[in-house]
């Protein structure tokens, strides 16, 4: 019986499913499959012992994928977003940034325009939520209540 991709390439599959996959990986994993299953095994060796939360973890991708001998603009947007969806702040974020001007201040140049971009995205999302939240916590007899006397 064959196995399948998923079977033979099981750190793959489970990469491709994250808000981690780079799409610049579709052709290798093509091309040689081992390879990206064990760069993939190397690559999360960290994440899968070591102490760090994820959210200090996705601040170290940020300064990696900032830093002037990367500057990786994808890679610093999924890493800003995943940062912001684990609960990072905006300072946090823009601190990781600016750590890493001391290889060049072009982690500023690439990273801050971006950060600008996902803080507002994140921020409208919040917003959305809290109000949402808020609509629901009413109660329905309140609520039509309120409408009755404004149209009275």
């Known amino acids: 019986m064959k196995k399948s991709k998923a079977d033979r390439y099981p750190l793959t599959a489970e990469q491709r ?6 799409p610049l990986w579709d052709t290798l994993r093509d091309w040689d499959p081992d390879f990206v299953e064990a760069y993939l095994n190397f690559r999360s060796s960290p994440r899968r012992r070591g102490p760090l939360t994820p959210k200090v973890r996705e601040l ?6 900032a830093s002037t001998t990367h500057l990786y603009a994808p890679g610093l947007r999924r890493h800003i977003q995943n940062a912001l969806r684990e609960g990072a702040t905006r ?3 823009l601190e990781a940034i600016q750590l890493t001007t001391v290889l060049g201040i072009h ?11 996902e803080w507002a995205k994140h921020a409208s999302q919040a917003r959305s939520v809290r109000i949402q939240a808020r609509k ?3 109660p329905v007899a309140v609520r039509s209540v309120k409408r009755k006397r404004r149209f009275s």
């Open 91 to 93: 300072a946090e974020v």
């Open 60 to 65: 170290i991708m940020i300064a990696i994928n």
């Open 136 to 138: 629901s916590r009413a």
């Open 17 to 22: 499913k994250s808000d981690d996959w780079n």
């Open 107 to 117: 982690a500023c140049n690439l990273g801050v325009p971006i950060l600008a971009e």
